[in-house]
């Protein structure tokens, strides 16, 4: 009996992976289809209501050196930088993701090459398919190192251009107060919403969100469960990060680490004087977390993360790629990993998404507040919609898919320099980030302490167990300290 359950269940799985494969290829084939015409949509729209041509990431790599002579390159060791007057940003802080995105259709007929391959069963047809796909391959990977994308090149001669240091909203974004806010006040820093002690201070607490997520994902959670005794010893800071919530999102931002980092420094540890501090952070935060620890591994006094994003390295993978593939797995299901394959693979069909709800947020605010009736959840509904296409997009890039080759690298850092804790949480049921990627974090730091929680998901593992989960924080403090 037992042998013909095992048998029947395997039977339905292999069933529904199939049926899965072959509904995400007819799907997929289809939005590569719609993404092709939509650039084209949007150029012409772009055009009439901007008075000008919008790069996107669908054009040709051309040479960054230009006629002007405004931007060039120079090596430096293995290093190469892209040299903006004052200022300078390092091209390994773009990620190749942002342009280079194979269609499911190239993808199926690379494995499809490869396993012929493997078995030896090529035929004439099959070899130049080989030959076709290992030149792509040889080509991609030998690109000059004086290429860049055009979009790039363009985003970075507008800088120079002596445009605004904050432009307007593009048509197809928000305009609203509370989208603009950072254009009237000119403060280019970060929202952060303070709270917990202002008098007699002992230490500091620092919150990053996740990918299209807010502020609010903590404070409308963690802050009203944490005790009277943890908010009058501890002062908590939880940002909305460059491009997201109320923070904000210039349109000429390439939205890098340094980038990211750089606000948080300016706009957290510089004006509150923040010498040591706790770190929380979610999902994407976790890459920020960690790359903010390894600069700073003297200040950190513990360090949580909840679902870190990382998946070590096959031999022969291209980091970044093998990034994106993990994460946005081009499947229509589970329906998370849908959404997070048309938000990586799709520029103008995400853009669209954009268009239609963060550009209209308040008409689904309202419509979530009465649908729903719940605060937290309306809170955090808000924080998904206040964002733009170009802070989600390059940031999903640049920072889950673009840091994929040095999170290793970060992670031993944090071994050998840091001596806080480091905890991590992960929801048993979390379908985008796997538990997997937590127990690999612990691979690389050995004396990490993992806490799988049963029956949460990605964004459970803290709402509708907070005031569970602020004990446990508090803990974890109160131990850092001792």
């Not at 493997?118 to 792509?136: A, F, H, L, P, R």
């Not at 994308?149 to 800088?159: F, H, K, N, P, W």
């Not at 394959?341 to 507040?369: D, G, M, P, Q, V």
């Not at 309306?378 to 920072?399: R, V």
């Amino acid at each position: 009996m037992a042998a013909m359950v095992q048998k029947t269940k395997f039977v339905l799985t292999t069933s529904g992976r199939f049926l899965n494969d072959v509904l995400s290829f007819i799907v997929f084939t289809h939005l590569d289809v719609l993404d092709f015409v939509l650039c084209y949509v949007y150029k012409i729209i772009d055009f009439f209501i901007e008075a000008d041509w919008k790069p996107c990431y669908c054009s040709s790599a051309k040479a960054a050196i230009t006629s002007s002579g405004k931007i060039f390159l120079s090596e430096r060791g293995e290093s190469k930088i892209v040299h903006l007057t004052s200022s300078k940003l390092q091209l390994e802080e773009i990620s190749d993701t942002l342009y280079t995105r194979p269609s499911l259709v190239y993808e199926v007929s690379k494995s499809t090459v490869k396993r012929l391959k493997v078995d030896g069963t090529c035929n004439s047809s099959g070899s130049s398919m080989i030959q076709s796909c290992e030149k792509i391959k040889k080509r991609r990977n030998s690109r000059s190192t004086f290429t860049i994308d055009s979009t790039i090149v363009e985003m970075l001669q507008g800088r120079i251009g002596g445009h605004q240091s904050l432009p307007i909203p593009r048509w197809s974004d928000c305009d609203c107060k509370t989208c603009t806010s950072w254009t009237s006040s000119g403060k280019e820093t970060l929202f952060v919403k303070a709270d917990g002690a202002k008098d007699n201070v002992q230490e500091d607490v620092l919150f990053i969100h996740g990918f299209i997520s807010s502020s609010a994902f903590w404070t409308e959670t963690l802050y009203p469960n944490f005790s009277k005794s943890a908010m009058s010893k501890y002062r908590l800071f939880a940002v909305d990060l460059l491009g997201f919530g109320r923070s904000p999102k210039p349109t000429d931002s390439l939205y890098t680490l340094r980038e990211h980092l750089d606000m948080i420094e300016r706009s957290v540890l510089e004006p509150y004087k923040v010498k040591g501090f706790h770190i929380v952070a979610h999902s994407l935060g976790c890459i920020l977390a960690l790359a903010l620890a390894v600069k700073h591994p003297g200040s950190v006094k513990s360090l949580t993360l909840l679902a870190p994003p990382y998946f070590p390295l096959p031999k022969d993978e291209q980091a970044t790629q093998y990034m994106m593939r993990r994460v946005a797995p081009r499947r229509v299901w589970p329906f998370i990993a849908f959404g997070a394959s048309i938000a990586c693979w799709y520029e103008h069909i995400s853009r669209t998404i954009c268009l239609l709800i963060c550009k209209n947020h308040r008409l689904w605010e309202f419509l979530t507040k009465l649908i729903t009736r719940n605060r937290i959840r309306t809170y955090l509904m808000e924080g998904f919609f206040l964002h733009t296409h170009n802070a989600a997009w390059h940031t999903l890039h640049n920072i889950i898919c673009g840091t994929a080759g040095k999170i290793e690298g970060y992670l031993d850092e944090v071994k050998n320099r840091l001596k806080c804790d480091i905890i991590i949480f992960h929801g048993k049921d979390d379908e985008l980030i796997p538990v997997e990627c937590s127990y690999n974090v612990k691979s690389r730091i050995p004396r990490a302490h993992v806490k799988v929680v049963e029956n949460k998901d990605h964004i459970t593992i803290v709402v509708g167990r907070q005031k569970a989960f602020a004990m446990e924080l508090e803990e974890i403090w109160r131990n850092a300290g001792d």
